[in-house]
Nanobody
Framework: QVQLVESGGGLVQPGGSLRLSCVASGSIFSINAMDWYRQAPGKQRELVAS???????NYADSVKGRFTISRDNATNTVYLQMNSLKPEDTAVYYC??????????????WGQGTQVTVSS
């Protein structure tokens, strides 16, 4: 019913930047919060950043001041601008959203993930 598709991952050197995108499509009536999570090898998935439909944001302490989450409500897209990347940012990054369907049911779909590798 709803698909989230991430893009923008890749290999970058320490100190570099990447911009991730996530587009939601399907039988969407509205989207409340949109979030970015990440999961490094051998670790639990963790919340990186979130943004409400009104634009309020929240960040993990580990990324504050380096990452910026934003969204375009007209295109159901959420972005994650990542600057000053560190090797410890290496992970698979996932998009998640609180979606209200045209049936008014609420779902919480996940994207397939995009790999971010920070290495020299």
């Amino acid at each position: 019913q709803v698909q989230l598709v991430e893009s923008g991952g890749g290999l970058v050197q320490p100190g570099g930047s990447l911009r991730l995108s996530c587009v939601a499509s399907g039988s969407i009536f509205s989207i409340n919060a949109m979030d970015w999570y990440r999961q490094a090898p051998g670790k639990q998935r963790e919340l990186v950043a979130s943004i409400t439909s009104g634009g309020s944001t929240n960040y993990a302490d580990s990324v504050k001041g380096r990452f910026t989450i934003s969204r375009d409500n007209a295109t159901n897209t959420v972005y994650l601008q990542m600057n000053s990347l560190k090797p410890e940012d290496t992970a698979v990054y996932y998009c998640n959203a609180q979606v209200v369907l045209t049936t008014r049911a609420q779902v919480f779909p996940w994207g397939q993930g995009t790999q971010v590798t920070v290495s020299s």
